[in-house]
Nanobody
Framework: QVQLVESGGGLVQPGGPLRFSCAAA????????MGWYRQAPGKQRDFVAN???????NYADSVKGRFTISGNNAQNTMYLQMNNLKPEDTAVYYC?????????WGQGTQVTVSS
């Protein structure tokens, strides 16, 4: 059973940075796609960014130029560097992975951007 373990997050002032990490445990198979989603109160869970084969990246328009996703495909780890955070980035952030047609989610980490 694959488990995604997240770390990072917390409270930050507008304009500040935060960094997340996510590690997949329970498999020796390289995960092809890992990514991040977020869910604000009362809203649906939205795509933030993903990384494919540890190289190719995709971003939601709302975070382009501010967030950077990176990863080590061989170790099934992934990072999200978030800069210039805005109050609208406040949400629970979830690590996501797809392996052998199965979808896995992390436990979620709260990010609050507030002065």
């Amino acid at each position: 059973q694959v488990q995604l373990v997240e770390s990072g997050g917390g409270l930050v002032q507008p304009g500040g940075p935060l960094r997340f990490s996510c590690a997949a445990a329970g498999t020796n198979v390289r995960i092809y796609v890992m990514g991040w989603y977020r869910q604000a109160p009362g809203k649906q869970r939205d795509f933030v960014a993903n990384i494919i084969s540890g190289v190719r990246t995709n971003y939601a328009d709302s975070v382009k130029g501010r967030f950077t996703i990176s990863g080590n495909n061989a170790q099934n780890t992934m990072y999200l560097q978030m800069n210039n955070l805005k109050p609208e980035d406040t949400a629970v952030y979830y690590c996501h992975a797809t392996l052998a047609a199965q979808v896995y989610w992390g436990q979620g980490t709260q990010v609050t951007v507030s002065s």
